[in-house]
């Protein structure tokens, strides 16, 4: 069974930085797409950034460029987010999700993803 828990959210100040993880376990995803989405109360869920699964392509919303770094450790079979500067309009549920082996599409889009985790809450205060 497939299973993505993420951790390390929080209450941080703006201008702070936090760092998710997120533990994928059922099988291997080196071969998959992995991403952040995050949801704010009221709002549609939303791309945040997203790590293609050959070579080291890497994609990022417009609103996080520059400030938030994913990353994955293939070995751990985890997908990191470090978010720096953090603004009061990051607050979000932050989710990671991860697309079959081999998929191909648009690394923005929900579609591209299969599994997805619980979610974190990311509280950003002014």
């Known amino acids: 069974q497939v299973q993505l828990v993420e951790s390390g959210g929080g209450l941080v100040q703006a201008g702070g930085s936090l760092r998710l993880s997120c533990v994928a376990s059922?099988?291997?995803?080196?071969?998959?797409?992995m991403g952040w989405f995050r949801q704010a109360p009221g709002k549609e869920r939303e791309f945040v950034a997203a790590?293609?699964?050959?070579?080291?392509?890497?994609y990022y919303a417009g609103s996080v460029k520059g400030r938030f770094t994913i990353s994955r450790d293939h070995a751990k079979n985890t997908l990191y987010l470090q978010m720096n500067s953090l603004k009061p309009e990051d607050t979000a549920v932050y989710s990671c999700?991860?697309?079959?082996?081999?998929?191909?599409?648009?690394?923005?889009?929900?579609?591209?993803?299969?599994?997805w985790g619980q979610g974190t809450q990311v509280t950003v205060s002014s």
């Open positions: 790590s293609r699964w050959v070579g080291d392509s890497t």
């Open positions: 059922g099988r291997t995803f080196s071969s998959s797409p």
């Open positions: 999700a991860a697309g079959r082996p081999y998929s191909t599409g648009s690394y923005y889009s929900l579609g591209l993803y299969d599994y």
